[in-house]
C-alpha cells in the first residue's frame, strides 16, 4: 500500500506560481512512475504531468507544457509540481497518483484557485 498526501495548493493571482507535493509513504516510493491529475468542478478529471521512477523522463497535458514542471525526491519520498504563469483556468483539485493511476491510492487533492 502506498499512502499519498497532497499539500501547496492556494487561491494564487493569474500569472503567479504555486508548488505542489505529494508525500509518499509505505511501499518503496522509487518503484512507481508518478503523475499529477486536476479535476474542476463539472469536469472529469483529467491528466497532468508524469514522471518516470528514476525521474529523467517527464511528460506533461499540452494545456500546461512549458508552465508546469514534475520532479521527484527519491530520498524524501516526494513527487512535486512547480506551477508557473498560472490560468484561471488552472483551478481545480489537484490530486497525484502512481502512473497510471490505481483507484485505491486517490486522496484528498490540494484545492488550487486562480484569480483573474
Known amino acids: 500500500q502506498l499512502d499519498l498526501v497532497e499539500s501547496g495548493g492556494g487561491l494564487v493571482q493569474a500569472g503567479g506560481s504555486l508548488r505542489l507535493s505529494c508525500a509518499a509513504s509505505?511501499?518503496?516510493?522509487?518503484?512507481?512512475?508518478m503523475a499529477w491529475f486536476r479535476q474542476a468542478p463539472g469536469k472529469d478529471r483529467e491528466f497532468v504531468a508524469n514522471?518516470?521512477?528514476?525521474?529523467?523522463?517527464?511528460h506533461y497535458a499540452d494545456s500546461v507544457k512549458g508552465r508546469f514542471t514534475i520532479s521527484r525526491d527519491i530520498g524524501q519520498n516526494t513527487v512535486y509540481l512547480q506551477m508557473n504563469s498560472l490560468k484561471p483556468e488552472d483551478s481545480a483539485v489537484y490530486y497525484c497518483?502512481?502512473?497510471?493511476?490505481?483507484?485505491?491510492?486517490w486522496g484528498q487533492g490540494t484545492q488550487v484557485t486562480v484569480s483573474s
Open positions: 497518483n502512481t502512473d497510471p493511476p490505481r483507484r485505491y491510492y
Open positions: 509505505g511501499r518503496t516510493f522509487s518503484d512507481y512512475a
Open positions: 514522471i518516470n521512477w528514476r525521474g529523467d523522463s517527464t
